[in-house]
């Protein structure tokens, strides 16, 4: 019979990180990755891809809603112009904090880079702010003074272009997100899902202004759409800040990250669980409790597999686990 070394008579064995490199017994008893389960090299080189034809398709729209709001005076124009200028200011920060957040960890940043998404979207939050202010005061000057929008059919081209150039985005993005699960496309995706809706009830302030006489309608208009860029700066300031202050994974995420855990019965418990989102990283540490007569290397096999199959639901995650003895199983915390 091989000799064994007790768990009880080793100190608790700090076992892998996601970027180690497994055991080949690890991977028989773990899971095979899901169609979604993509390295972070391709995850960023994705990511990166899509912002940049974001900042192009931003730089598209200014250039025509510039034009058209000249010629027209629409203010509804006027605040899908500026909702276009943040989103070339925004898509840019954001294409620079990808590209920063997806560096390796140096001697100098021990757990990566991946909070530089969130500076990036501290800034998104104050510039969608200032530009909600603007908009609201054009639109009240509107009510107060209403101005008939010229060249209505000019406006409505820009706007069209403006949906068909949005709409396409979106889809792309969705593609990418489901690639990759990125959350700073998905951010993205939802103020372009935002525009694209807000660029339909533009058109239609417009044409109450235009042919009908309504030129409130189209400051009613600019309101609603400072209304939702609000609401968007809001939400962009709350994610940022969840990332800064290290806030806890949601429940569906540590569920799924318990579940992972728990699929090997030989695992008796789980405690200490943390984990803290960086940008395209999620950290997960935890303690798994293992009995103390099972060999080290055993013990350190049962912790890789923990963690491949954590990594085969969360891609991108830094999973750090611990394997300590217990004579008996302690429910999760």
């Known amino acids: 019979m091989a000799y064994r070394t007790p768990m009880s008579a080793l100190p608790a064995l700090e076992s892998v990180s996601s970027k180690s490199v497994p055991t080949e017994e690890a991977r028989r008893e773990s899971p095979g990755p899901g ?16 912002a940049s034809v974001t900042v192009v398709v931003a730089a598209l729209l200014i250039i025509a809603k510039t034009a058209a709001w ?34 390796p960890p140096d001697d100098e940043h021990r757990f990566g880079h991946g909070k530089a998404e969130a500076f990036a979207g501290l800034f998104q939050a104050g510039a969608v702010a200032l530009s909600t202010v603007v908009i609201a005061f054009e639109a009240v000057h509107q009510f107060a003074s209403p101005e008939p929008v010229r060249a209505g059919l000019v406006a409505i081209a820009a706007m069209v272009f403006s949906i068909v150039m949005t709409g396409g985005l979106v889809l792309a993005q969705g593609w990418a997100i489901r690639q990759t699960g990125s959350l700073a496309t998905t951010g993205d995706r939802a103020h372009y899902m935002a525009d694209f809706l807000s660029n339909l009830a533009v058109i239609a302030g417009i044409v109450a202004a235009t042919w009908f006489g309504l030129a409130f309608v189209d400051a009613l208009i600019g309101l609603g759409v400072a ?19 290290d806030r806890e994974a ?24 943390r984990s803290r989102l960086a940008g395209p990283l999620m950290h997960v540490e935890a303690d798994l ?10 013990a350190q096999i049962l912790a890789e597999a923990a963690a491949l199959r954590i990594e085969s639901r969360l891609p991108g995650t830094d999973i750090r686990l611990r394997a300590l003895p217990v004579s008996g199983a302690t429910a999760p915390s």
Not at 35 to 50: C, D, K, Q, V, Y
Not at 71 to 92: F, H, K, M, P, R
Not at 227 to 237: D, W
Not at 255 to 268: E, K, S, V, Y
Request: charge should be neutral; charged fraction near 15%; glycine fraction near 4%.
């Open 70 to 103: 000249l010629i027209s005076g629409s203010v509804a124009l006027l605040a899908s112009l500026a909702d276009s200028a943040l989103d070339l200011a925004i898509s840019t920060v954001t294409w620079f904090a990808v590209r920063y957040a997806a560096k």
């Open 35 to 50: 169609p979604e389960n993509i390295s972070l090299a391709r995850r960023t080189r994705i990511t990166l891809t899509i």
């Open 250 to 273: 949601d429940e569906p995420t540590r569920a799924a990250i318990l579940a992972a855990i728990g699929d090997d019965p030989r695992i008796l418990g789980i405690s200490n669980l």
């Open 289 to 298: 409790l293992l009995d103390p007569a099972l060999a080290l290397s055993q």
């Open 227 to 245: 209304a939702l860029l609000a609401q968007g700066a809001f939400s962009i300031a709350r994610s940022a800040s969840d990332q800064l202050m």
